[in-house]
T-cell receptor
Framework: NAGVTQTPKFRILKIGQSMTLQCAQD?????MYWYRQDPGMGLKLIYY???????DKGEVPNGYNVSRSTTEDFPLRLELAAPSQTSVYFC?????????????FGPGTRLTVL | GQQVMQIPQYQHVQEGEDFTTYCNSS?????IQWYKQRPGGHPVFLIQ?????EVKKQKRLTFQFGEAKKNSSLHITATQTTDVGTYFC??????????????FGQGTILTVHP
């Protein structure tokens, strides 16, 4: 199993540009999550999904959108990129097990908005 | 909303010294998980605690969950250079439908000097 994969690894955007961060998992996990990690900070939940077709906002959803058309994929869309979105983005997945489930993280995408 | 605070933010130790990081939640937790993130890497699951007063050990690492299920600690005995990284606690609130969502602490960055 490849686990959780993310592309791209690095990206530089100009202010106002848009992009999609890709995330895929091959573990047949129902739950998927997007986090951002700012320097010296913990992980902030952006959006999450409990299954295909079901998504919900996390702690910091403004400026982002998600979709979940399949169990495997959970892309994160940035519209009108702003410098405040400079961060490392992690995608994660877990089994549906009443919440008592470890999260498996992808390698991350390092995004810089200039 | 639920807040999880972690202290200290930084810890520098000499190899062989012990290390402890503490995690405190503003609300009662159903469970707490600990993750380790190596420099430049992604968070990796270490352990989960569920029961009040629970203590678990992994070699030199000892994890505790408080009696009130609002705090936790990670203690490393005789640190090694391989212990370098950021240690995160992450808790899920008791009750309600949190769908496996975890609230992460801001992490403790451990540096070990050989």
């Amino acid at each position: 199993n490849a686990g959780v994969t993310q592309t791209p690894k690095f990206r530089i955007l100009k202010i106002g540009q848009s992009m999609t961060l890709q995330c895929a998992q091959d573990m047949n996990h129902n739950y998927m999550y997007w986090y951002r990690q700012d320097p010296g900070m913990g992980l902030k939940l952006i959006y999450y999904s409990v299954g295909a077709g079901i998504t919900d906002k996390g702690e910091v959803p403004n400026g982002y959108n998600v979709s979940r058309s399949t169990t495997e994929d959970f892309p994160l869309r940035l519209e009108l990129a702003a410098p405040s979105q400079t961060s490392v983005y992690f995608c994660a997945s877990s089994y549906s097990n009443n919440g008592y489930n470890e999260q498996f993280f992808g390698p991350g995408t390092r995004l810089t908005v200039l | 909303g639920q807040q999880v605070m972690q202290i200290p933010q930084y810890q520098h130790v000499q190899e062989g010294e012990d290390f402890t990081t503490y995690c405190n939640s503003s609300t009662t937790l159903s469970n707490i998980q600990w993750y380790k993130q190596r420099p430049g890497g992604h968070p990796v699951f270490l352990i989960q605690l569920v029961k009040s007063g629970e203590v678990k050990k992994q070699k030199r690492l000892t994890f505790q969950f408080g009696e009130a299920k609002k705090n936790s600690s990670l203690h490393i005995t005789a640190t090694q250079t391989t212990d370098v990284g950021t240690y995160f606690c992450a808790g899920r609130g008791a009750g309600g439908t949190s769908y496996g969502k975890l609230t992460f602490g801001q992490g403790t960055i451990l540096t070990v000097h050989p």
